[in-house]
């Protein structure tokens, strides 16, 4: 079965937003991209296909396909919900050594807690630090 994955770009003060203004990546034009949305009837993204179901069942369909792991990247909204609906595997913040000192953060306040194991670390010669999660039920643990 494929997992979810996600990465993020984050600062050291948790901001998500316009990563683009202090780190940058474009390799995802030319692969295949799910768009989950409740407001838009198409995508004209190259190799984009729109999940407009409801997506517990649409993630759980893509999860039993045959492929690689299904990645999600640069949509914090999306990263939040799946994790707070127990559809994602795994989380890499990918974290800058910069202060942004402003903008939208990953995580909402109010919602519920949820425990998370730290299963790889690393560190660029730049100085980001890429911190992988799992939530403790796909570790295997249930603290």
């Known amino acids: 079965m494929r997992k979810v ?3 993020l770009f984050i600062s050291l003060d948790g901001v998500i ?3 683009n203004q202090w780190q940058y990546a474009s390799h995802i034009n030319n692969t295949a991209k799910y768009v989950v949305s409740t407001t838009l009837n ?3 993204w ?3 296909t729109l999940i407009r179901g ?8 893509l999860k039993r396909q045959s492929g690689k792991n299904i990645g999600v990247a640069g ?13 994602l595997d795994e989380l890499t913040l990918m974290v800058h050594p910069v202060v942004v000192g402003s903008g939208k953060r990953l995580f909402k306040e109010g919602r ?3 425990r998370l194991r730290l299963v790889d670390s690393q560190t660029t010669s730049t100085g980001v630090v890429l911190l992988t999660y799992q939530p403790l ?3 295997g643990s249930e603290q």
Request: aromatic share 0%.
């Open 5 to 7: 994955v996600a990465g």
């Open 17 to 19: 937003q316009s990563p």
């Open 42 to 44: 198409q995508v004209e």
């Open 46 to 48: 190259k190799n984009s």
């Open 54 to 61: 409801t997506m517990s069942e649409e993630i759980e369909k």
């Open 75 to 87: 949509s914090p909204t999306l990263v939040e919900s799946l994790l707070h609906q127990d559809l």
């Open 112 to 114: 519920e807690l949820k």
């Open 137 to 139: 039920s796909q570790a």
